[in-house]
C-alpha cells in the first residue's frame, strides 16, 4: 500500500487515510524500491479491482474511513521489521524502555489498538498478573477483582473492550457515589477524557485520583484521539495507565495503540496480550506494528506541529476563498485548544430556503458520487452547514473539495414543495414485525398513530421499547427509532411499501449495516364480547 508511482498521484486521487502524498506535510517523501504487489498498485488502482471508490477524508481519523496517515518513518520501520524474527517479550521489553526515555513515562507497551490497549489493563487488573486468574476470563468466578467503575459521563461505546473481560461495570455521578462504589471487588476506575473529568470539575481526574490512590485503585484513561503530551498531562494529574490511538493524531499504525504509566499493570498487560495464551491473543500485534508506532512516538517529537497546523489552515483558506463567491455562503474556521482531535475546523453556512438545499443533501451527494469526499453535516434553527476538517485530507485535495462544493451550491434549484402524496393506507394499529438479519430472525412489533402523513408511535424491539416517528407518501413508508443502552446505541431507519395489511422493506442499521422487515397486522384473538367484573372475592379458586 504504498510507494512513488502511487504517491505521485495522490495530490489529485481523493484518497482518505491509506497512502501519502509525494510532498506530505509530514515530510520528504519515502525514497525506497517499491515492492512488487501485483497488478494495480503500480498506477494507484490497487481498489478498483475490488470495486471500492477512494475517499477525500474530510472528517478526520474515524476508523472506518482508515484512521490517519501513516507517517513515511513509520512506514520504513514497519518495513525493517519485516524479514525478521525476534523473540516478542524481549522486543516489548526493548520497546517499553525505549517508550519510556521518549515520553518521561515509567513505561510503555504497544497493542493492537486502543481499545484492545484497555481490554489487556482491565484483564491486568483483575489479575494482579497471575496467569492462573488470566485463563479463567471471562468466567470470573472466585476472583477477587471483578468490578469496574466508570463515570456516568464516560460511557461509551468503546468500554465494551472493558466489558469483555467478563466485569461488573459500576455506573457512579458524584464523587460521593465514587467513594461508596469503591470496595474490595473494584479493579480500576475507567475514564474517557471530556469535559466532565477537567481539572475544577467534581469528577476530574485529579477528583478521582485522590478518591482512588489512597485505596489504590488504578485509575484508567482513554486519550485515544488526543495529542501526545510530554511528560503525559494525565500521568501528572493522577492517571495510573492511558491508552492512545495508533491511528488517530500520532499518525502510526491504525492497527495499534500506545499505553503508559505504570510498569507493573502494563508488564501484566504483555502478559495478558498476543503472543500470550489468554484473553488477549486475539488482538495480536505484530513486530511491524509494534515498531512502526515507536517510530511514529519518536516521530512526534520531531514533528513540526505548528507547520501542520498552518497548512491545514491553508487548505481550509482555499476552500472558504472559493465557496463565498456563492451568494449567500459563509465560512467560520474554529481552533480548538483542547488535544482531543486537535485540528481547525471549517464551517460552510447558508440558508437552505435561499439555496434550495440542505448540508445533509450536499453531505450525502457527495458520500455517493465522485469524487467522493466524507464532510460533517447540520441543520438547525440557525440554517444549514457542512464542516471540514483538514487533518487527513492530502495536498491536492483542497482544490478538488473547493471546486466540487462550489459547483453543487452554487446550481440553480426550485423551491422546496412541502407537498407530500396523500397516504394510501393508514398504518394506526399493533404490526407484529419480522426482523431478518445475516442469520437469525426476530420478532419486533409496532404500536402506530397516524395523522395524514404523519406517524408516530412506540418500536417493541428484541430488548427495549423506544418511540418510532415517520412518513407514509402514498405506499411508501419511512419510520425511526433509536435502542440505547448506557453507552451504546443502535438507530433503526425502516423503509418499505405497504400493501393491504402488510409492511415489507429494508432496515438501515447504521454501522451495523442492513436488515430486511416484513410486518402484518396483529390478528387478535379475543372476540367482542361483554365483560363482568365480580363483586367481590371468588367464593371458589
Known amino acids: 500500500m504504498k510507494r512513488r508511482e502511487i504517491m505521485k ?10 497512502f501519502l502524498a509525494s510532498d506530505s506535510i509530514f515530510g520528504s517523501p519515502f525514497s525506497g524500491s517499491m515492492p512488487t504487489f501485483g497488478p494495480g498498485l503500480a498506477d494507484g488502482s490497487i481498489f478498483d479491482g475490488l470495486g471500492v471508490v477512494p475517499i477525500i477524508n474530510c472528517r478526520g481519523t474515524f476508523t472506518i474511513l482508515g484512521g490517519s496517515t501513516e507517517r513515511p518513518e513509520v512506514i520504513q520501520a514497519m518495513e525493517a521489521a519485516s524479514g525478521y524474527f525476534v523473540q516478542y517479550d524481549e522486543l516489548a521489553y526493548g520497546i517499553g524502555k525505549r517508550l519510556a526515555q521518549i515520553t518521561k513515562a515509567e513505561w510503555g507497551i504497544i497493542s493492537s489498538g486502543c481499545a484492545a490497549g484497555m481490554k489487556l489493563v482491565t484483564a ?15 468466567n470470573l468466578e472466585g476472583l477477587e477483582k471483578t468490578e469496574v467503575i466508570i463515570p456516568r459521563s464516560s460511557r461509551n461505546v468503546y468500554d465494551h473492550a472493558i466489558r469483555n473481560i467478563g466485569v461488573t461495570v459500576i455506573t457512579v455521578e458524584t464523587p460521593e457515589e465514587l467513594e461508596r462504589a469503591i470496595g474490595p471487588r473494584t479493579a480500576m476506575i475507567y475514564i474517557m477524557t471530556n ?11 485529579e477528583n478521582i485520583s485522590k478518591i482512588a490512590k489512597p485505596k489504590n485503585v488504578p485509575v484508567l484513561v482513554d486519550a485515544a484521539a488526543e495529542d501526545l503530551t510530554i511528560p503525559c498531562v494525565h500521568l501528572e494529574r493522577g492517571a495510573t495507565v492511558v491508552a492512545y490511538s495508533g491511528g488517530k493524531a500520532i499518525c502510526g499504525p491504525q492497527c495499534a495503540g500506545l499505553l503508559l504509566g505504570d510498569k507493573d499493570i502494563l508488564m ?37 506541529h505548528k507547520a501542520e497546523w498552518d497548512t491545514w ?34 464551517s460552510i453556512k447558508w440558508d437552505p430556503d435561499n439555496l434550495h438545499v440542505t448540508g445533509e443533501e450536499i453531505a ?21 452547514s457542512i464542516n471540514i476538517t483538514p487533518s487527513q485530507m492530502r495536498p491536492g485535495n483542497a482544490k478538488v473539495v473547493a471546486d466540487r462544493l462550489h459547483g453543487l451550491l452554487s446550481q440553480k434549484r426550485a423551491p422546496r414543495s412541502d407537498e407530500m402524496k396523500p397516504a394510501k393506507a393508514d398504518l394506526s394499529g399493533s ?3 419480522e426482523m431478518e438479519f445475516f442469520t437469525s430472525k426476530g420478532d419486533h412489533r409496532f404500536y402506530l398513530e397516524q395523522d395524514g402523513n404523519w406517524i408516530k408511535g412506540t418500536h417493541q424491539s428484541d430488548f427495549s421499547t423506544q418511540e418510532i416517528a415517520g412518513m407514509i407518501e402514498g405506499d411508501e413508508i419511512k419510520l425511526r427509532s433509536n435502542y440505547r443502552i448506557p453507552g451504546d446505541s443502535i438507530n433503526y431507519w425502516f423503509s418499505g411499501k405497504v400493501k393491504g395489511d402488510a409492511l415489507s422493506g429494508s432496515v438501515f442499521l447504521g454501522e451495523y449495516l442492513t436488515a430486511k422487515f416484513t410486518a402484518k397486522r396483529t390478528a387478535y384473538k379475543q372476540g367482542n364480547k361483554r365483560i363482568v367484573v365480580p363483586g367481590g372475592p371468588p367464593l371458589a379458586t
Not at 498521484?9 to 491509506?18: D, H, K, M, N, R
Not at 469535559?195 to 481526574?205: F, M
Not at 491553508?314 to 486537535?342: A, F, H, Q
Open 9 to 18: 498521484q495522490l495530490g489529485v486521487l481523493p484518497l482518505a487515510g491509506s
Open 124 to 138: 491486568a487488573c483483575v489479575t494482579g498478573g497471575n496467569p492462573e486468574k488470566l485463563i479463567r476470563i471471562p
Open 431 to 433: 404490526w407484529d414485525v
Open 268 to 304: 501484566a498487560a504483555w502478559q495478558a496480550s498476543s503472543p500470550h495464551h489468554g484473553p488477549g491473543r486475539d488482538n495480536k500485534v505484530g513486530k511491524e506494528e509494534m515498531l512502526g508506532m515507536l517510530a511514529a512516538v519518536e516521530a512526534w517529537t520531531t514533528r513540526d
Open 313 to 346: 489552515l491553508s487548505w481550509l483558506d482555499e476552500i472558504s476563498s472559493k465557496v463565498t463567491k456563492v451568494k449567500g455562503v459563509t465560512t467560520e474556521v474554529t481552533e480548538p485548544k483542547g488535544l482531543n482531535n486537535r485540528t481547525p475546523r471549517l
Open 195 to 205: 469535559r466532565d473529568n477537567e481539572t475544577g470539575r467534581p469528577l476530574s481526574l
Open 364 to 384: 450525502e451527494t457527495v458520500a455517493r458520487s465522485k469524487p467522493r469526499i466524507a464532510i460533517g453535516a447540520r441543520t438547525n434553527e440557525d440554517g444549514t
